[in-house]
């Protein structure tokens, strides 16, 4: 199997990831500055600090990938930010007991083991609807209202029935159904709805974030095209890289329960194929990703960090 | 204590809100006809059909009352029609076991209760998202970009951390504490907090219904806040009605379980104040918005939908 080949490092990956994490950070700590009903705020804080902020970084390293290294990250912020607080909105619904009743998430006790089940209910709600105020009140006077309008759009399909929601209820459909799946594993409708679950369970997130970072900085068609489909490689491949995680790790690196989803008997390419199958399916989607990014339309050194950004999706041990 | 002077009917108001009902009825099954997954779509039409409509009535009467009768009715039904879907949403987790646990809403069993926890918790979440991606996706090519940035803009916020979200988490906070607070009945402060949890929980949401479809049909900023103040009376006044049914009422014509507040020692105007000052409340807050109708900004025949809704907004029976 070839390697899968990077572009050339002008910069330190490191310093990169760093710098936006930071700046990524003090932005949402400004964004959920609110402080009235308290339990709330402290509530919607606890869950959106810390965690990797990969969809917050993809959607910049998009933006920068068609703009320019270092170039209008501003006007993206709000955007990325917005992403991450609706990723822990859905960590915190998820966590819930009437769904996946976790009490351990980013290395420490889920929402609703501190604040309560109402309260965490509350808080996602709440988050959901901060997302989108920010990105209208913090980018409505620099981005073209047309394309914010597609952008919030997009959004919400992202996040809804047809996306990140919807995903999680087939999750629930076929939980349980591993050895039923099993012995179809050769029938291309199961495996497909199998796919579904992934493309909108972590996918369709994933996708709207390289998709709106590099809408909001101006991306042509074709380029847009690309990098959605580049994104649904990473994206499939993030979620592989979870359920690896899950039955592999342990609960000190990976910083929530491991072993979960085999316990609950769900349905995941590793709980399905085995962890030998899915490590080569991962191997494919990587190269498959880094093909994306070598086309006309998007080759250039400025795609680096989303190179890297896929090769940390998929190798990272947390 | 004076009369309620309702402007000359010149219409009849059961035909009105019956053919305004039938069209939004209309236009959600339309706007909810998603099929995949299904579970997820039955529930979310579940929760969304039946019940009053106040809401959606609320902004086309408000819309009608500087349009005219009749006019423009089709530019403002997709935001009305979100409204319902938020509406339906907040009952769908406020009835939830981790909130106030109800089994009974609309004349029938809740939406967990038919579908379980996880996807009634769901079913909320796309609920939001579809209602925000309606009003882009049905009106963008029809009302200023300016205009629905903001309309969006401030529905996040009549639902999120500081309207009716915040408003839920303020009644969880003074639940149980009725006691403590008829003994200071007389504090400005814990009234003042009180009402708010009023403001937020339910009158945040009328009061953008009231708002959005007069500002969608190019209500200027006098008439725009007339009609807010008219909508804040109406919401608490709403909000007076309904604790005062749950105390008087019965399943039957209430639809829901009654006695519940002060069973959850909840902290409304009639566990704290009783019925006979709850009902002198009300009948102020009526005088009060037929005073505001009458200013000269808005005083035509058209705002009488407006003066009947507020009617029957106190005065119905379920």
């Known amino acids: 199997m070839q390697t899968i080949g990077l572009p050339h490092n002008e910069y330190d990956f490191h310093s990169y990831t760093k710098a936006r994490r930071e700046l990524i950070e003090a932005k949402l700590a400004e964004f959920l500055s609110g402080k009235y009903p308290s339990a709330l705020w402290e509530s919607m804080r606890y869950s959106v600090s ?32 917005a992403i991450e607080m609706v990723h822990a909105m859905s960590l915190i619904h998820d966590d819930l007991p009437a769904l996946d009743n976790d009490d351990y998430r980013r290395g420490k006790l889920t929402n609703h083991k501190v604040y309560g089940e109402a309260i965490a209910l509350l808080a996602g709600d709440a988050l959901l609807m901060l997302a989108i105020e920010t990105i209208i009140e913090k980018t409505s ?12 759009s997009r959004f919400t399909q992202a996040i809804g029935a047809s996306g990140m929601v919807g995903g999680q209820v087939l999750d629930l459909d076929f939980t349980g159904k591993v050895e039923d799946l099993r012995k179809i594993k050769n029938n291309k409708a199961e495996l497909e709805a ?68 085999q316990a609950a008997n769900k349905v995941t390419w590793v709980t399905l194929f085995g962890e030998q199958e899915a490590r080569q399916m991962l191997q494919k989607l990587a190269e498959e990703g880094m093909e994306i990014l070598k086309s006309d339309e998007l080759a250039n050194n400025q795609n680096t960090p989303l190179a890297e950004l896929l090769k940390y999706a998929i190798y990272r041990t947390n």
Not at 52 to 80: F, H, M, T, W, Y
Not at 141 to 152: A, E, F, G, P, S
Request: contains cysteine; aromatic residues 4%.
């Open 50 to 81: 810390g965690g990797k902020k990969l969809r917050a970084l993809l959607c910049l390293a998009s933006a920068e990938s068609i703009a320019g290294l270092n170039q209008e990250i501003d006007l993206v912020v709000p955007v990325s930010c």
């Open 141 to 152: 006077d620099k981005v073209d209202r047309q394309v914010l309008l597609k952008v919030i």
């Open 194 to 261: 199998v796919e579904s679950i992934h493309k909108g369970k972590t996918a369709a997130l994933i996708k709207f974030s390289v998709w709106s970072g590099a809408a909001i900085v101006g991306a042509n068609e074709k380029q847009l095209q690309l990098l959605e489909e580049f994104a649904e490689k990473l994206g499939f491949a993030f979620q592989i890289a979870d359920d690896l995680l899950d039955s592999t790790g342990n609960l000190a690196t990976l910083g929530k329960t491991p072993g979960k989803d």
